[in-house]
């Protein structure tokens, strides 16, 4: 199957978690709405909101270089994907739930879940796109062991277990990983430059 409509599909889902969790940024009201200290209330869920912006991107950064490796899909990988989507259509609502409730426990403990299954979904798809194009594919090659997305689920693992001794470094732990990916994973882009000379043109 041509992966044309996947990626189609995937970054208009991806488009509008983005545009839900901005609209959860709720304008201060009342006769003091126009004060700058009446944004202080907010900061809890306009930093949760950045921290989340900073997934979805890294999210879409490394499907958008991972479909660019891969050459079509089948149904496992539909399937895989959608599973993916799943997960990061719940970040919005975990990132609001965080950000409204000043990092309280469960709404921590909740995000780290949420952030976990997203690891762990995106493994599967990884592992689906593999078996669909072989162990000597590209996509197989610039992937490789994948570490980085290994470390990842064990500080979200660890993480989620922090959070109901002290929020504060669960979330801390979030920021981790999300510093950890911020930069482009450059593997796959790396490999394609690397087995066609063309692409550096």
Not at 103 to 122: D, H, K, Q, S
């Amino acid at each position: 199957m041509d992966k044309g409509r996947l990626q189609a599909f995937s970054d208009g889902v991806i488009a509008i978690i983005i545009t839900i969790m901005v609209l959860e940024l709720k304008i201060p009201g009342g006769p003091h709405g126009a004060d700058i200290r009446s944004l202080l209330p907010l900061c809890p869920v306009f930093i949760s909101y950045i921290l989340s912006f900073i997934y979805i991107g890294i999210y879409w950064n490394n499907h958008h270089h991972t479909m660019q490796a891969a050459e079509s899909v089948n149904g496992t990988i539909l399937w895989a994907n959608m599973h993916l989507l799943f997960w990061l259509s719940l970040v919005p609502f975990v990132t609001a739930w965080m950000g409204e409730n000043d990092f309280a426990r469960w709404p921590v403990t909740c995000y780290g879940v949420v952030l976990l299954m997203n690891a762990i979904a995106y493994g599967l798809l990884m592992l689906a796109l593999i078996r669909h194009h072989g162990k000597n594919s590209l996509l197989a090659k610039a992937i490789g062991k994948d570490w980085k997305g290994n470390i990842s689920i064990c500080i979200y693992a660890i993480a989620i277990g922090i959070s109901w001794l002290n929020s504060t470094v669960s979330f801390g732990l979030y920021i981790l990983v999300a510093c950890v990916w911020f930069i482009p994973d450059r593997r796959i882009e790396k490999k394609i430059v690397t087995d066609d000379p063309a692409c550096e043109k």
